[in-house]
């Protein structure tokens, strides 16, 4: 396992955006691929989107394909959420999550979880 940190979360007006960070101090972290999911009350924890080794792949819910950007920083070992035209639905506890070589749709199957970031959206 992995420790991980998130940041970035706050308050926004519908429309804005913020961007998410999770890092870890551990290099070990760039042989893990990752995924951001959210929580918000009284719903279960779903995926948001998701991210390979290289970087290269990723993957999206529908409800956030075309505003959401995943992305990482092998050498900050930092992986980013950008999100853009945020809605007041997208309002949730946003975590990282990291699983060893290949991502997983299944929150079950992380090891890994951050502490997770609040992100709230205004209408």
């Known amino acids: 396992q992995v420790h991980v940190v998130e940041s970035g979360g706050g308050l926004v007006q519908a429309g804005g955006s913020l961007r998410l960070s999770c890092v870890s101090s551990?290099?070990?972290?760039?042989?893990?691929?990752v995924a951001w999911f959210r929580q918000a009350p009284g719903k279960e924890r779903e995926v948001v989107a998701r991210?390979?080794?290289?970087?290269?792949?990723?993957d999206y819910a529908d409800a956030v394909k075309g505003r959401f950007t995943i992305s990482r920083d092998s050498r900050k070992r930092t992986v980013f959420l950008q999100m853009n035209s945020l809605k007041p639905e997208d309002t949730a506890i946003y975590y990282c999550?990291?699983?060893?070589?290949?991502?997983?749709?299944?929150?079950?199957?992380?090891?890994?979880w951050g502490q997770g970031t609040q992100v709230t959206v205004s209408s």
């Open positions: 999550a990291a699983r060893y070589r290949a991502s997983s749709v299944d929150a079950h199957e992380y090891g890994s």
């Open positions: 551990e290099w070990i972290f760039n042989n893990y691929a």
């Open positions: 991210i390979d080794l290289s970087g290269r792949a990723t």
